[in-house]
C-alpha cells in the first residue's frame, strides 16, 4: 500500500519559476526522503529528512517536514528544464520494524518549459 | 563504482515462460531491495535481503514470484510462469551498512522493463 500521496500529480511551469511538490502519509516515521526519476530511468535519491527535523537543504532543495500534519514539501527553486522529472516522497515507517524498508508516494510529474 | 547493474533491461516473452530478472548491488551495500513499478499500483516493494538473508518478502505477490540471493554481489528475482499481468518496469536497489553516511539512502538501478505477451 502506499504511504505517501503526493500532491499535485502533474506540475508544468516555466524555467526559472519556483516548484513546490507536497506529500502526505499516513503513519508515524523514521525519516522522509525525497526521490527523482527521469523518464526511463531509476530512481535518485534527493534528500532525507529525519523526524526530528523541519527543514532542510540542499542545492536548490529546500525540503520540509511537519510531523503534526503528517506531511512534507519539496521546493525547488530557480528551476531549469533539466528538473523536467517525476519526484516521489519515501517514508521510513517506525512500526514497519526497520527504517531501512520505504513505502513510496504516487508521484509528482514535474515539467518545465524552457 | 559502476551503481547497480540489473540485466536484462528488457525483456519480452509469452505468458507461461519463465523469466529471471538479475541485480548486482553496489560493492559493500549490506542491503538490497527488489521492487516493481507500474502506473496503476506505483513502486511497490517485493522482498528486501539484509547480509544476503531476506528479511521481509510480504510484498511479493504471489508464489509464482521468488527471489535468492546466493552471494553478497548477485541476486535474482524470478517468475514462474509468467502472466501478462506481470508485466511491469522491475527496479533492484541497494543501500549502505549503518556505519556509513549515506546508510538510509537507496541507490536504485536502471530496471528491467518486462512485458508478458
Known amino acids: 500500500s502506499q504511504q505517501g500521496e503526493e500532491d499535485p500529480q502533474a506540475l508544468s511551469i516555466q524555467e526559472g519559476e519556483n516548484a513546490t511538490m507536497n506529500c502526505s502519509y499516513k503513519?508515524?516515521?523514521?525519516?522522509l526522503q525525497w526521490y527523482r526519476q527521469n523518464s526511463g530511468r531509476g530512481l535518485v535519491h534527493l534528500i532525507l529528512?529525519?523526524?526530528?527535523?523541519r527543514e532542510k537543504h540542499s542545492g536548490r532543495l529546500r525540503v520540509t517536514l511537519d510531523t503534526s500534519k503528517k506531511s512534507s514539501s519539496l521546493l525547488i527553486t530557480a528551476s531549469r528544464a533539466a528538473d523536467t522529472a517525476s519526484y516521489f516522497c519515501?517514508?521510513?515507517?517506525?512500526?514497519?520494524?526497520?527504517?531501512?524498508?520505504?513505502?513510496f508516494g504516487s508521484g509528482t510529474q514535474l515539467t518545465v518549459l524552457p | 563504482d559502476a551503481g547497480v547493474i540489473q540485466s536484462p533491461r528488457h525483456e519480452v516473452t509469452e505468458m507461461g515462460q519463465e523469466v529471471t530478472l538479475r541485480c548486482k548491488p553496489i560493492?559493500?551495500?549490506?542491503?538490497l531491495f527488489w521492487y516493481r513499478q507500474t502506473m496503476m499500483r506505483g513502486l511497490e516493494l517485493l522482498i528486501y535481503?539484509?547480509?544476503?538473508?531476506?528479511?521481509?518478502d510480504s510484498g511479493m505477490p504471489e508464489d509464482r514470484f521468488s527471489a535468492k540471493m546466493p552471494n553478497a554481489s548477485f541476486s535474482t528475482l524470478k517468475i514462474q510462469p509468467s502472466e501478462p499481468r506481470d508485466s511491469a518496469v522491475y527496479f533492484c536497489?541497494?543501500?549502505?551498512?549503518?556505519?556509513?553516511?549515506?546508510?538510509?539512502?537507496?541507490?536504485f538501478g536502471p530496471g528491467t522493463r518486462l512485458t508478458v505477451l
Open positions: 535481503f539484509n547480509n544476503n538473508v531476506p528479511i521481509d
Open positions: 560493492s559493500g551495500h549490506d542491503y
Open positions: 536497489a541497494s543501500s549502505p551498512g549503518a556505519g556509513a553516511s549515506s546508510y538510509n539512502e537507496q541507490f
Open positions: 519515501a517514508t521510513a515507517s517506525i512500526s514497519s520494524g526497520s527504517a531501512r524498508q520505504l513505502t
Open positions: 503513519t508515524s516515521i523514521n525519516n
Open positions: 529528512i529525519r523526524s526530528n527535523e
